[in-house]
């Protein structure tokens, strides 16, 4: 299948992408969503710095789309939710997404849909539910010729490494990128390894699929795009950074300087000088 939509998500010069998320508010953690209690303006914000596309769920894709004009991020719509980031975690964990998910996407104009794929240690319903959305929304994908794009999430025990912690183990993330791929996913979503130079590997296990490297905790400036140049030159084909971007205190700045690095081949040195630049 031809996926028209993605050329409004790569770059035609680069061939990469900047995925700023902005769906935290969706899985109900308080600790989610500092530095987007108003979401009117974080929208507003990375609007005004231009990065190419904003992930944002069914109920604030409004903000975005509304907007008159071309020129504007292109909108990747989450479709899923689930409660396994809290920490201790519920009694009864649970992962759903849209029924009719992908017919809102379409309305909604996206680009594409993204759904996790968890793996989290002692609760494989949580995947088999995963694997029967992504099942769900791939024949739904297939339909409207709407690209799927899958988010492979290995997560560590969260009673030791507390909540949201992701597993960085190559063979894992690997393995699981491995799985979304043989499910159909369009373009995969991971996380980085813990040892970065095995990332090759990654994209390796994605075959010909873009891969999107994401984001994870919040870091340091420098440490954040020394981490991308990196996995650049692992053969990701862009990012998606949420807390890094919207947490920051200079949103539009950290996307200038990770906009030069995808699309005009900018060092993490050179791009650091973007971050407070006016």
Sequence with gaps: MSNYRLNRL?????????D???????FGEPSFLTGIEDMTAAVDSLVAAAPDAIQLTPGQAPLLQSRPGRAKPALVLRTDVANVYGNPLDSHLFSRHFPDAVEQAVRLDAVCVVANLLQLPGRPEIRER????????R???????????????????????????????TKKIVSLVRQARELGADLIKADPTDDVEDYHLVVQAAGELPVLVRGGGKVADDELLRRTAAVLAQGARGIVYGRNIIQHPHPAGITRALMAMLHEDYSPEKALSLVQAQ
Excluded: K, W
């Design 130 to 137: 995963c694997i029967e959305t992504i099942m769900a929304l």
């Design 20 to 26: 700023v998320a902005v769906d935290h508010g969706f």
């Design 10 to 18: 790569f770059s035609p010069s680069s061939g990469r992408c900047l």
């Design 139 to 169: 024949a739904e994908c297939t339909r409207y010729g709407m690209p799927l794009m899958v988010e492979p999430l290995v997560m560590q025990d969260n009673a030791v490494a507390g909540g949201y912690m992701v597993d960085g183990d």
